[in-house]
Every structure is written in structure tokens, then in C-alpha cells.
Nanobody, 126 residues
């Protein structure tokens, strides 16, 4: 069982920035055999949607069109952490953001990710 811990959410004004972090609480992503880390988000009354993913070993990334050019996903091996840097935030980015990992999959479909964090709230409002 992979336990994920997310942090970094909060309240920010439109145009501002936040950085989210996702870490495995007990062991390294590599020791779990994790292939990819992804971020999803879910706004009230809406379905969970893909934001971005990165392969843990190779660093290949995928982004949703809605965040391209504004968000950057990365990983820090030494800290065993995946990051989501969010710039130029908009009110429509308001959602609970979830980290997800999987040993085999790196795409945009939530159903294929086996392990999920508890989520962190991001609110963009003036």
C-alpha cells in the first residue's frame, strides 16, 4: 500500500502562484516501483479531471490543455517528492487537487491509477 501525502494548497488571488507537493510517507517512490505520478483535481459538482503527470524515472510529462503553459510538474529524487508549480492561477482552477501514482500507467485516466492521496484544497479568489 502506497500512502501519499499532499501539501501546499491554500487561498491565492487570481494571477498568483502555488506549489503543491506529493510524497510517499514510508518509502521512496522507486522502492514501491512507481512508474508515474499524476495530479488530478475535482471542483464542486464536477468530475475529477486530469491535470498533469510525470514518469518517475524518465521525467516524461503530460499536461491537460487547460493548464499548459501555466502549470509545471516535476520530481525531486533526493526529497522523494513530486511537485506541481501552478502559475497564473484563475478562479476556474479552484478545486481539490489529488496526487495519484501507479506502477504501470502514466496517462490521463483516473481509473488506471491505483493509489491516491487525500487531496489538498486550492482556492483562487479575490
Amino acid at each position: 500500500q502506497v500512502r501519499l501525502v499532499e501539501s501546499g494548497g491554500g487561498l491565492v488571488q487570481p494571477g498568483g502562484s502555488l506549489r503543491l507537493s506529493c510524497a510517499a510517507s514510508e518509502r521512496t517512490f522507486s522502492s514501491y516501483g512507481i512508474y508515474a505520478v499524476a495530479w488530478f483535481r475535482q471542483a464542486p459538482g464536477k468530475e475529477r479531471e486530469f491535470v498533469a503527470s510525470i514518469t518517475w524515472s524518465g521525467g516524461s510529462t503530460i499536461y491537460a490543455d487547460s493548464v499548459k503553459g501555466r502549470f509545471t510538474i516535476s520530481r525531486e529524487y533526493a526529497k522523494n517528492t513530486a511537485l506541481l508549480q501552478m502559475n497564473s492561477l484563475k478562479p476556474e482552477d479552484t478545486a481539490v487537487y489529488y496526487c495519484a501514482v501507479d506502477p504501470n500507467y502514466s496517462g490521463s485516466r483516473a481509473v488506471w491509477y491505483n493509489y491516491w492521496g487525500q487531496g489538498t484544497q486550492v482556492t483562487v479568489s479575490s
